[in-house]
């Protein structure tokens, strides 16, 4: 589902936007501080177009927060967009609402790391499940490690991160292992129900 284009409705104080992540077509606005955008498996042809939109609604001088939760599969795409149009992102947030078990991939994994580096601000990145998962059943906190620490020598802002249900923080400049409520208030974000 795609807003049209020719309507638009301007909403100048607009600072947080919750809802489909193709109405920000729809939108004219000038200081938006946050999103939480859904997709849906129709928008997956449309990342670019909505988060270029997105990126001209923000300020790259103030903290943006970008959450996205997803029924297709446009994470790789997300992260790529989100990477080239909004690198002042403070904290960008990923879940999928379908893969209920599945761990995030290795190639999901290497892809994060490969676009990490376009990023000028990322201070928190959070990959997580949706409500109703069973997030620690085959996780290995040993791969999670290498994945974070690879996280952290690609993008050097990153100061906390969310990998299959694990929380990480660097403390004197070591990843280290704490608690996934503490993550979500270091960065701001609600809990997902877990």
């Not at 990342?47 to 970008?66: A, E, G, H, W």
């Not at 795409?77 to 990923?94: A, D, E, G, N």
């Not at 990959?127 to 059943?137: D, H, K, L, N, R």
């Not at 400049?173 to 997902?192: C, M, T, V």
Request: glycine share 6%.
């Amino acid at each position: 589902m795609v807003a049209s284009q020719s309507l638009r409705v301007s909403l100048p104080n607009l600072e947080f936007y919750e809802g489909d992540a193709a109405f920000i077509l729809g939108i004219d606005a000038i200081c938006l501080k946050e999103v939480q955008l859904t997709w849906h498996d129709i928008d997956d042809a449309d990342v670019d177009k909505i988060i270029t939109r997105l990126s001209s609604m923000t300020n790259p001088d103030v903290p943006f927060v970008s959450s996205h939760q997803y029924l297709g599969d446009p994470c790789h795409q997300i992260v790529t967009s989100v990477s080239m149009h909004m690198p002042h992102t403070k904290t960008l947030r990923l879940h999928s609402l379908v893969d209920f078990f599945a761990l995030l991939s290795q190639d999901t994994i290497r892809h994060i790391t490969e676009y990490l580096p376009r990023f000028t601000g990322l201070v928190y990145l959070a990959m997580e499940w949706c409500i109703g998962s069973f997030p620690t059943s085959g996780a290995d906190e040993d791969e999670d490690r290498i994945a974070v620490e690879g996280w952290g020598e690609a993008c050097p802002t990153l100061e906390a991160c969310c990998l299959n249900h694990y929380g990480w923080r660097k403390v004197d400049g070591r990843w280290e292992e704490y608690p996934i409520k503490e993550f979500w208030a270091l960065a701001g974000l609600s809990d997902l129900g877990y």
